[in-house]
């Protein structure tokens, strides 16, 4: 009898892109895809910050390089990809501002949606685009949220944003899937990291998320980084068009 062989989850000899590694799950992901065997290219606007984190990936014996990438500036986006193919592009950056619908600003609006939807789109137009001038499909994989399946107080921008952001995906999906690319994403819980300590540090706030994650504690950013290597290797091969939540079962109810 020929028994089945579990497709790997290795990712040696790929190319990746991870916008927003700089820190907090992006530079997670970009960790984990560089320790699947991916040479990973590190970019953000700090580049101060992705030089450090990229000397110690590489001291761990992985491959790995910086770059200097405003993901806003669609013009550098462009020559980025024109310069060169990736197997694999993740997307972590993004932006959020909360408040009341009713009092949200058209300056916060546009931020918002700035980043996290027309800075995603194009991003992943231009990376889709190269793929199939390259004929070897892909991987593309947004970062973003459990908003992204449900509503929130104070939320209406951000939750608009990243449910904007799966519909984009689902009609990517089905437009690049004739040439091998996958587009999925990964939409996190609330993940501890500098940028929500604040957060976690509000004790009403953090009664409410205790309250909707039903595991009896909060997310890292290594719950992340299994699912991004995921989505990036073959052991995801016939997923497209969806994502996977990873939310401590916030959606659950």
Same mark, same amino acid.
């Given at each position: 009898?020929?028994?089945?062989?579990?497709?790997?989850?290795?990712?040696?000899?790929?190319?990746?892109?991870?916008?927003?590694?700089?820190?907090?799950?992006?530079?997670?992901?970009?960790?984990?895809?560089?320790?699947?065997?991916?040479?990973?290219?590190?970019?953000?606007?700090?580049?101060?910050?992705?030089?450090?984190?990229?000397?110690?990936?590489?001291?761990?014996?992985?491959?790995?390089?910086?770059?200097?990438?405003?993901?806003?500036?669609?013009?550098?986006?462009?020559?980025?990809?024109?310069?060169?193919?990736?197997?694999?592009?993740?997307?972590?950056?993004?932006?959020?501002?909360?408040?009341?619908?009713?009092?949200?600003?058209?300056?916060?609006?546009?931020?918002?949606?700035?980043?996290?939807?027309? +800075? =995603?789109? %194009? $991003? !992943?137009?231009? /990376?889709?685009?190269?793929?199939?001038?390259?004929?070897?499909?892909?991987?593309?994989?947004?970062?973003?949220?459990?908003?992204?399946?449900?509503?929130?107080?104070?939320?209406?921008?951000?939750?608009?944003?990243?449910?904007?952001?799966?519909?984009?995906?689902?009609?990517?999906?089905?437009?690049?899937?004739?040439?091998?690319?996958?587009?999925?994403?990964?939409?996190?819980?609330?993940?501890?990291?500098?940028?929500?300590?604040?957060?976690?540090?509000?004790?009403?706030?953090?009664?409410?998320?205790?309250?909707?994650?039903?595991?009896?504690?909060?997310?890292?950013?290594?719950?992340?980084?299994? +699912? =991004?290597? %995921? $989505? !990036?290797?073959? /052991?995801?091969?016939?997923?497209?068009?969806?994502?996977?939540?990873?939310?401590?079962?916030?959606?659950?109810?």
């Amino acid at each position: 009898m020929s028994l089945p062989k579990t497709p790997s989850f290795r990712l040696d000899g790929k190319r990746a892109l991870v916008a927003g590694a700089s820190s907090g799950i992006g530079m997670a992901c970009a960790v984990a895809l560089a320790e699947a065997g991916a040479h990973v290219t590190f970019s953000a606007r700090r580049t101060e910050v992705l030089d450090g984190v990229v000397d110690d990936v590489c001291k761990a014996g992985f491959k790995a390089q910086a770059h200097a990438l405003d993901v806003t500036d669609t013009a550098a986006v462009r020559a980025l990809f024109d310069a060169q193919c990736y197997d694999i592009v993740l997307n972590s950056a993004g932006l959020a501002r909360h408040s009341a619908a009713v009092d949200t600003t058209e300056d916060d609006y546009d931020a918002v949606m700035n980043i996290n939807v027309r +800075a =995603a789109y %194009f $991003l !992943a137009q231009q /990376a889709g685009k190269a793929m199939i001038a390259a004929g070897k499909g892909g991987s593309i994989i947004q970062i973003s949220s459990q908003m992204a399946h449900v509503g929130g107080v104070d939320r209406a921008v951000y939750c608009s944003s990243k449910h904007a952001v799966e519909g984009m995906n689902k009609a990517m999906a089905i437009e690049f899937g004739p040439a091998g690319i996958r587009v999925n994403s990964i939409c996190p819980t609330f993940i501890l990291t500098p940028l929500t300590k604040p957060t976690f540090e509000d004790s009403e706030k953090r009664a409410w998320i205790d309250s909707k994650i039903k595991l009896p504690r909060v997310g890292q950013v290594e719950d992340i980084m299994g +699912a =991004a290597v %995921f $989505l !990036a290797s073959d /052991a995801s091969g016939m997923i497209t068009g969806t994502s996977i939540l990873v939310d401590g079962g916030w959606t659950a109810g």
